[in-house]
Each structure stands twice: as structure tokens, then as C-alpha cells.
């Protein structure tokens, strides 16, 4: 991965209620500028990769027990979610978790409530975030709850973007959503991306897409990174194809299939 890492997580575990294992050793590192996928099948542990990033496991019993992770070069594990924010690092939960009874446009200005910097700068960031998201200018004074899940997911990365961060952690943002909403979302997130300079960790079960977009990928299964590299690579290696794709050998696997193979795990070998 091109540049330096801007996110770095060494070979951590964390455990839920003091007796729950759930992730066993996980490393992964996120590059400035760059677009990392997490991937995986659910339970692998994706969330919770990034809720110990961003220091949300505390709300739900967990701790990082072993290893560490650093951004920007300095360690989180003494920070509060508030001040990771502050920093630059947003979590885009899985579920949008929109305000529903708020606009579009009071949901967006409560991303920006750590800034200091002025009306002014705010109202610029808010015309922004229409530019990317113009589906949600013309809801903007529609209730977050009345809107659809396409339309949630955008005002949930748009009230991350409120925030100016340096990097995004987007958990599922492809869940419930038609396909073609889908690609529209990873679209104005390579934009993000691109033109904004925002490094993004994705953490996501639908593999295609996120290796259509990402730099490159780790896939978790069962608390591991089983397998790194190149999303390129990823896409044409022959396990992830039979696996996550559900191709292997020129023919399409059938869901049995696929479960036998998870049994014989052979990357595990």
C-alpha cells in the first residue's frame, strides 16, 4: 500500500464480558489517501475491529486486552470517542443511526459539533455535503425517519464528513440496499476519497463491491486476518472467488458447497 500508515493496528485482542474472545491477533494497517477493505462473512468480527479503533467497545462490555493501535502515530487507547473525532477519525456505524426526528439538515449539522471554527466554515462544509449528496439537498427538511435507507446511509457518511476527517470508518454501508444504490454510495465514496483526501476502512460482507473500489483488503474470519494483499490480487484469487464470490474452477458454487469448503478452511492449512 502506497504511503505512509495513517492507521495502525497490532495484532490486538479484545474481550467481551471478560470470558467472550473475539478477535485473536488482528493486524491491519490503513495508508494516507487510501481505500482499505475489512472483509468477511457475519460474526467474523468486522465491528468489532472497528469499534475497538474508535474506543466504542466500552459501551458494550468489550476491551482490548492485548496489542495496540495507533493513529496518526500516537496511540488511542487513553482517548475518548469524542476526542478521536476531534482528531479526524469518524465511525459511520452499521444501521446509519440517523436522528429520526430531526431534518436531514439538523442530522448533518450534528457532525459538526466538536468544530471551533465558525459558522461560516460549517455552512461551507454543509454546502459540501449537498454537492456530494444532491439526492439530499432536495430532503433536507424532510424527518431523517421518513427518508429511505439509501437516503439515511448518505445523510450518516454526510454527517461524518461534517466533522472534516481525515479518516472514515464505514461499517456496512451496503446493508438493506438495492444494488444500484449500492454503487452509487461507493461511487461518491471514491469521490471522498479522491477529492477530499479521506482515508477510508471499510468494513463490509458484500466483497465484490468492496474490492471493486478498495486499494486493498483483509479478510477476517472467525477474529484472524486469514488472508491480505491487493484488492486487484483479492479479486482473482481462487479462494475468495469460491468462497465470498461463490465461483471456482469456471462454474458457480452452490451454498452447500460453500459451507463445505468453510469446513476444510484451506487458507488455514
Avoid at 460482507?205 to 483479492?234: F, S
Wanted: proline share 3%.
Amino acid at each position: 500500500m502506497a504511503g505512509a500508515p495513517l492507521l495502525d493496528v497490532n495484532s490486538i485482542e479484545v474481550i467481551y464480558d471478560h470470558v467472550i474472545l473475539v478477535l485473536k491477533g488482528v493486524s491491519l494497517q490503513v495508508p494516507e489517501g487510501g481505500i482499505v477493505a475489512l472483509l468477511g462473512a457475519n460474526g467474523a468480527g468486522k465491528s468489532t475491529t472497528l469499534k475497538s479503533i474508535s474506543n466504542l467497545l466500552k459501551a458494550e462490555r468489550g476491551q482490548v486486552t492485548k496489542g495496540g493501535i495507533s493513529f496518526q502515530g500516537e496511540p488511542v487507547d487513553s482517548l475518548t470517542p469524542a476526542d478521536l473525532v476531534r482528531r479526524g477519525l469518524i465511525q459511520v456505524m452499521e444501521g446509519r443511526h440517523c436522528f429520526e426526528h430531526l431534518t436531514v439538515d439538523e442530522n448533518l449539522l450534528t457532525g459538526a459539533y466538536t468544530r471551533s471554527d465558525g459558522r461560516d466554515a460549517v455552512r461551507e462544509s454543509l454546502d459540501k455535503v449537498y454537492r456530494y449528496f444532491p439526492r439530499l439537498k432536495e430532503r433536507r427538511h424532510s424527518q431523517a425517519g421518513y427518508t429511505s435507507g439509501g437516503e439515511q446511509q448518505m445523510t450518516a457518511i454526510g454527517r461524518a464528513l461534517m466533522a472534516n476527517p481525515k479518516m472514515i470508518l464505514l461499517d456496512e454501508p451496503s446493508m438493506g440496499l438495492a444494488p444500484q444504490l449500492v454503487e452509487e454510495i461507493f461511487e461518491i465514496v471514491a469521490r471522498l476519497n479522491r477529492e477530499e483526501k479521506v482515508s477510508i476502512l471499510l468494513a463490509e460482507q458484500n466483497t465484490r463491491i468492496a474490492l471493486k473500489y478498495a486499494d486493498y483488503g483483509y479478510i477476517l474470519e472467525n477474529g484472524r486476518v486469514v488472508m491480505d494483499g491487493d484488492a486487484a490480487a483479492l479479486r482473482e484469487n481462487d479462494d475468495i472467488k469460491e468462497f465470498y464470490l461463490g465461483f471456482g474452477g469456471g462454474e458457480r458454487k452452490s451454498f452447500r458447497d460453500a459451507k463445505h469448503y468453510r469446513r476444510r478452511k484451506r487458507w488455514l492449512a
